[in-house]
RNA sequence: CGGGGCAUAGCGCAGUCUGGUAGCGCACCUGCUUUGGGAGCAGGGGGUCCGAGGUUCGAAUCCUCGUGUCCCGACCA
C-alpha cells in the first residue's frame, strides 16, 4: 500500500480523557475515533488489525469444526420474553421499538437467537453435533464504558455456540475449544492464561475465562508457580493450614484503645503486625439479622464467597453504623468475635491463629492476647470458613506450588451451559428411541475488538505500539529518504515495492516525501514489525537499512541479498 | 445510582476569580529555505466559547435549569 493513497491519521498527543495505554496509542496510531460514548469508528489501519485478528479466529474455528452463521443484531423481544431474560437483563439491554410499536433489542448476546435457529432447524440426534458460530457486533449499555475499545458498549465478538445430546459430547467440543483458545492466542502472539471461572448459577466446573496478562487488567488472577492452576482471585479457594496453637500463655488483657479504628491505626498504636490482629466486620443476614465475619487483619474479605455462606444475605452489604449501634454494645472499629451475641464466621486463617488482638466490643477498647478456645465461646475450628481473598505466597488450591497474582485482560471466555436455555426454548430432537429430547448447549466468546487493545497493552514502547507479526496492519514499511530530490531513491523504491507486493509481504510504503523522522515516528507509532529504509547514503554502498520494530539496533542489507534476508525474518 | 471535575478551533490548553475586540502550541493551507529521528521564517484559513433562559448598555466570563463527558465510590471495625 503507498501512503499516498492510503489513510494515515496519526497525533503527536493523546487527547485528555484516555487514560489507558492501549485508548492512548489506538487514537495516536489513528487506528479509532470515538463517535460517542463507548461507540468508536474504525479507521483503516486499525481496520486491517481488526480483520488479521478476525481471520485467525475464522481460520481456528473452522479448522476445529465449528461453522460459520450469521444472526441479526436487532432480536424480537419475544425469544427474551421465552428467555425469561427480557425482565432478568436490567438496562445494559438496549430496547427499542420499530414504526407497528413492537419491541426489539439489540443482541448483547445470541443464546436466544441461536436456540430460536437449532430448534427449527435441527430435528434429529443424527445431526448433532453441532458447533455454530459467528463474528457480530453486540451492544451492551454499559453504565460507564471507558479504556476505548477495551470496554465499549458497541464492540465485535465471535460467538459460538454448540449443540448436543449428551453432558459427554459436550465435554468432548468443550475440550476441542479449549485447545482451539490455546491455538487463536497462542498464533496472535499474546500471552495469555486460561482461567477457572465462575460458574454462577447453572452449576458445574466447567468454564474457563481466556486473560491476556497486562498489568492494566481489570481482574486479578491467582496462578501457581508449579502447575497450570489459574483462577479468578474472586474464586480461588483458601484453605485450612494448620490447628491453632493453644499455648494460651498470653494473659486477655482489655487495653485502652482511644480513637484507633482501623487495622492501620491500632497496628501502629499496639506496635503488633495486621496478621496478629482479627478484624470483624459486620453484615447483613437474612430476615434482617446481622452476621459477623472474623479476618486476619492482613485479609481481605472475599464478599462472592462469603455471601454464598447460610445466613448471610446475597448480595453481600455491609451494615451500617446506626444498624450495628442498635444491635451491638459499640460501634465499628471496636468490635471483636469474643462474646459476641451474633453469628461468628470465622476465616480458615483467622481461626488458625492465637495470641490475638481484637476489638473488645466497648468503644475504645481492645483485647490483647487473645485465644479462640479460651476466650471465644462460640469457637468450634470446625466451622471455621473459606471467606478470604487468595493473596501472593498462599499454597496453591491444587497443592502444587505457591500463589502468584498477576492481572489479566478477559478476552475470551468458554462455558458449558447445560440446558438453560434449550429447555426455556423448548430445543429438542428426537433420540435413538424416536423420544422427544432436550438438547445440552456449550457457548464460547471471543471479544475481538477487546483482543486488539490486549494485544497493545501487552506490547509497546515508548514510541508506540509493537504488533506481534501475526496480527499488524502492515508487515513491512517501505520508507525513502528524499525520495523528490534522488532519482536513484525514486527508482530503487518503486522497484522494491513492486518486488515486495510479488512477494505478498505487506509493504505500507512511505511516497509522502516528508522529512524522515516523521516517517520513522508515524511507522513506530503504528507498530508496523519491519522496516526497510532506502537512501542515497547506502545506495552508494549497495546497502539498505533493516530494523525490527522490538529491536533498537538496526543493520545494513545488501540490496541484492534483500529477498533471502526478508524469507528468514517473515513467514511468506 | 451517589459524589466530584470538566465543556473555548481537528488535538492539547490559556482566558472565567475582577463582564468591555476570542487567544497560544500542535495540526491544516501558501511561499521560500531546509532535508537520516516529530525543521525554520513569512503569510493565511478555521469558533454555535455545550444548550436554553436570566441579570446587564454589554456575557466565554455572573445567576438558573438542562445536556454531554471524564474520574472516584461498600475492606470499615
Redesign the pocket.
Known amino acids: 500500500m503507498r501512503v499516498s493513497q492510503f489513510f494515515i491519521s ?4 493523546s ?3 484516555a ?1 489507558v495505554i492501549s485508548h492512548q496509542l489506538m487514537l495516536r496510531a489513528g487506528m479509532i475515533r470515538r463517535l ?2 463507548g461507540l468508536y469508528t474504525w479507521m483503516p489501519i486499525g481496520l486491517r488489525t481488526l480483520r488479521k485478528v478476525e481471520n485467525i479466529i475464522r481460520e481456528e474455528m473452522n479448522r476445529s469444526g465449528a461453522i460459520e452463521v450469521l444472526m441479526p443484531s436487532v432480536q424480537p423481544s419475544e425469544l427474551w420474553q421465552e428467555s425469561e431474560r427480557w425482565d432478568q437483563y436490567g438496562p445494559e439491554l438496549l430496547r427499542m421499538h420499530d414504526r407497528h410499536d413492537r419491541e426489539y433489542c439489540y443482541g448483547p448476546t445470541h443464546e436466544e437467537v441461536i436456540t430460536d435457529f437449532v430448534r427449527k432447524e435441527v430435528r434429529s440426534y443424527k445431526q448433532l453435533p453441532v458447533n455454530f458460530y459467528q463474528i457480530q457486533t453486540k451492544f451492551r449499555d454499559e ?5 476505548g475499545v477495551m470496554r465499549a458498549r458497541e464492540f465485535s465478538m465471535k460467538d459460538a455456540y454448540s449443540f448436543h445430546t449428551s453432558k459427554e459430547c459436550l465435554e468432548q467440543t468443550y475440550k476441542i475449544m479449549f485447545e482451539t483458545y490455546h491455538k487463536i492466542f497462542n498464533r496472535m502472539g499474546l500471552e495469555f492464561r486460561a482461567v477457572e471461572a465462575d460458574t454462577g448459577s447453572i452449576g458445574g466446573n466447567a468454564s474457563h475465562e481466556f486473560h491476556v496478562l497486562a498489568d492494566s487488567g481489570e481482574d486479578a488472577i491467582a496462578f501457581s508457580n508449579a502447575s497450570d492452576y489459574a483462577a479468578n482471585v474472586e474464586l480461588a479457594p483458601t484453605f485450612k493450614t494448620n490447628e491453632p496453637s493453644n499455648d494460651g500463655q498470653i494473659e486477655l488483657t482489655k487495653i485502652a484503645t482511644p480513637n484507633q ?4 491505626e ?1 497496628c501502629k498504636f499496639l506496635k503488633v503486625g495486621p496478621e496478629q490482629i482479627v ?5 447483613k443476614g437474612t430476615d434482617g439479622t446481622l452476621v459477623a465475619l472474623a479476618l486476619r487483619g492482613d485479609h ?4 462472592i464467597k462469603a455471601q454464598k455462606l447460610e445466613g448471610v444475605a446475597e448480595p453481600l ?3 451500617n ?1 446506626q444498624e ?1 449501634q442498635n444491635k451491638l454494645t459499640c460501634k ?5 468475635p469474643l462474646d459476641l451475641d451474633i453469628p461468628v464466621i470465622i476465616d480458615h486463617a483467622a481461626a488458625t491463629i492465637s495470641n490475638f488482638v ?2 473488645a466490643n466497648e468503644d475504645g477498647f481492645h483485647y490483647l492476647g487473645a485465644d479462640w478456645k479460651r476466650d471465644c465461646k462460640k469457637f468450634e475450628i470446625s466451622s471455621s470458613a473459606d471467606i478470604r ?1 487468595i493473596v501472593e505466597g498462599d499454597t496453591s488450591p491444587d497443592g502444587k506450588g505457591t500463589v502468584s497474582i498477576k492481572r489479566g485482560i478477559e478476552v475470551g471466555h468458554i462455558f458449558q451451559l447445560g440446558e438453560k436455555y434449550s429447555r426455556a426454548l423448548k430445543a429438542n430432537v428426537l433420540n435413538a428411541d424416536g423420544k422427544d429430547q432436550t438438547v445440552t448447549m456449550g457457548c464460547y466468546g471471543i471479544g475481538v475488538t477487546r483482543v486488539v487493545a490486549a494485544a497493545i497493552e501487552q506490547n509497546f514502547d515508548d ?1 508506540g505500539i509493537i504488533w506481534p507479526e501475526s496480527i499488524a496492519p502492515f508487515q513491512l514499511s517501505l520508507i525513502p ?2 525520495l523528490k ?1 534522488s532519482a536513484s531513491v525514486q527508482t530503487t523504491c518503486e522497484r522494491l515495492y513492486t518486488e515486495l507486493c510479488n512477494l505478498g509481504i505487506e509493504a505500507l510504503y512511505d511516497d509522502r516525501d516528508l ?4 516517517m ?3 511507522h ?2 503504528m507498530g508496523i514489525p519491519h522496516r526497510i ?1 532506502v ?4 545506495l552508494k554502498e549497495g546497502q539498505l ?1 533493516y ?1 525490527g520494530r522490538a529491536n533498537p539496533d ?1 543493520q545494513q542489507i545488501p540490496i541484492d541479498n534483500l529477498h533471502e534476508f526478508l524469507k528468514d525474518i517473515i513467514n511468506i
Open positions: 496519526t497525533l503527536k498527543e487527547p485528555a480523557d487514560e460517542a460514548a453504565i460507564r464504558p471507558r479504556f479504628h482501623s487495622i492501620e491500632v478484624k470483624t466486620l459486620i453484615v481481605e474479605l472475599n464478599t452489604e455491609f451494615a453504623e450495628i465499628p472499629g471496636s468490635i471483636g481484637c476489638g481473598k514510541h529518504i528524499n530530490k522529512r524522515a523522522g516523521l520513522f515516528a508515524d513506530e507509532l529504509v537512501g542515497d547514503r547506502g537499512e530494523k538496526s
